[in-house]
């Protein structure tokens, strides 16, 4: 039973509860009083405890659903791992969870960015709004205050040189997945 872990939805239960008892003991003419209105009192409170219920399990789904399609972006994401810390330098696909802490990835237009880190060459359009919620683009350059990228955001023009900041498991999006799949119900 839910209630029993959240102290509020436990007392409209136990208010529930005793409200019902004393609508049945004034139908029954042991106290007296409106019965109807206990009745009605009773029933509003009922609701109010399978919809806060059903609104939980919902948001709870939601979140699953939300850490489901997170990982799943991560599963499929491949990286242009570079040989030489260079646009033009020699590359090798891998899988971007093979990357490491100081690898240099090249990052171009409709490619998702592997792993978090900072941007050494080039200058974006990036499509955080996997991350952040936001729904406008943002530019992410070499050399500025905007140099920090997020794996799991896309690019959306033009290409960035990226040295991978953290290693795998440590990522933002890890993180995210682990926080999300952590929560319980209340």
Known sequence: ?????????????????????????????????????????????????????????????RSKAQANSLKGVKKTAFARKLRAPQHDAPVDHVPAEDLR????????????????????EGG?????SAITGESAPVIRESG?????????TRILSDWLVIRCSVNPGETFLDRMIAMVEGAQRR
């Open 144 to 152: 500025g205050d905007f140099a920090s990228v997020t794996g799991g």
């Open 101 to 120: 802490k100081g690898d240099v990835v090249l990052v171009e237009a409709g490619d998702i960015i592997p792993c978090d880190g900072e941007v050494i």
């Open 1 to 61: 039973m839910v209630q029993w872990r959240n102290p509020v939805m436990f007392i409209v239960w136990v208010g529930s509860l005793l409200t019902t008892l004393l609508a049945i003991a004034m139908a029954g003419g042991a106290l007296t009083g409106s019965a109807t209105f206990t009745a009605a009192v009773s029933i509003w409170l009922w609701f109010t405890v399978l919809f806060a219920n059903f609104a939980e399990a919902m948001a709870e789904g």
């Open 124 to 128: 974006a359009s990036v499509d955080e």
